[in-house]
């Protein structure tokens, strides 16, 4: 301690006053652009963190604390057969999506400005109806006396009407026309940056239109496979209104299993336990596709 401290009766600072120095002293550092992300992480905190937070100690704790929403989860058939059908029909939705759009973002990639704007302008109509009005739309297109069975039975194809409602078939069938531009939309984003470049040199090295397809213009590709995949998959799990008007009995989803436990018997317990489950796979996903699929390529793009 100095001569000069001591004629001023300075002492030692107790530490709250050395805590709030180093805190002050570390925000002067920090770039000032730095405090941008505050408003975003403290909605995240009210709108994300604390409802999860509040649905997984419910689970556990709702009416006894225990694990007894995760067993009588486990220990029923039906209630995995629920789990089983949300995995397969978003699996086959996703598939679905990814053949009919990588075709179109292939084109519209590949197209000239004035095709590219048309196609993305069609690829945006969707966006501008409600979910709602667009299953219902479904449910006028597929009944038996719909306009396609009409057509089916138009042309000869069929000699009566098709059940393409109230089954698996109307559920994919709506969901994909859902879901299809948000499997697009991140394609065509990745499509575009493609330089053409490296098919045309694979060319001149004598690889064939499939060959140059598979070993090179596919796995620069990769990354917007992977991104569209995740959001339709992801998207699809947590699907509700489109299972639940185009779908039967046996093609009900977590989502609607959830909706049925809080409004019919009121067992929030239950339902957060398969809120938290959800949300699980739902992470899961998001982690294997970013493990499998996006380091490598980013890389293999960066280069």
């Not at 941008?36 to 556990?60: E, M, Q």
């Not at 995995?87 to 973002?105: E, K, N, Q, R």
């Not at 302008?121 to 009005?133: A, C, D, K």
């Amino acid at each position: 301690m100095t001569y000069q401290s001591l004629a001023q009766g300075a002492g030692p600072r107790p530490w709250p006053r050395l805590w709030w120095d180093g805190f002050l002293r570390t925000a002067r550092q920090l770039d000032r652009r730095a405090w941008l992300v505050v408003p975003p992480l403290a909605l995240l905190l009210v709108v994300f963190v604390y409802p999860v937070g509040w649905l997984l100690l419910r689970s556990v704790s709702d009416p006894i604390w225990g694990l007894q929403h995760y067993e009588r989860m486990i220990e029923r058939p039906v209630y995995l057969h629920v789990l089983w059908n949300t995995v397969v029909i978003s699996f086959t939705v996703t598939s679905v999506c990814l053949a009919f759009g990588y075709p179109v973002a292939y084109t519209m990639a590949h197209a000239s400005p004035q095709v590219r704007r048309l196609l993305v302008f069609v690829v945006l109509i969707p966006f501008w109806t409600s979910l709602l009005v667009r299953t219902f739309a479904w449910m006028v297109l597929l009944q038996k006396t719909g306009v396609i069975n009409d057509v089916l039975i138009g042309i000869g194809l069929l000699d009566q009407p098709a059940a393409l409602i109230y089954n698996r078939i109307g559920v994919v069938v709506g969901m994909v026309q859902v879901q299809l531009p948000i499997m697009i939309l991140p394609l065509y984003t990745i499509l575009i940056r493609i330089d053409s470049r490296y098919t045309q040199a694979a060319a001149t090295l004598g690889a064939g239109p499939i060959r140059n397809f598979l070993r090179v213009y596919l796995p620069l590709s990769m990354p917007g496979v992977a991104t569209g995949a995740m959001l339709v998959f992801i998207i699809s799990l947590g699907y509700y209104i489109t299972p639940a008007l185009l779908g039967g009995g046996g093609d009900v989803m977590i989502a609607q299993l959830i909706q049925m436990q809080i409004e019919e018997f009121g067992n929030w317990g239950f339902a957060s336990a398969l809120s938290v489950v959800l949300l699980f796979g739902t992470a899961v996903t998001i982690g294997l596709i970013y493990r499998i699929a996006f380091p490598k390529e980013l890389r293999f793009i960066e280069r």
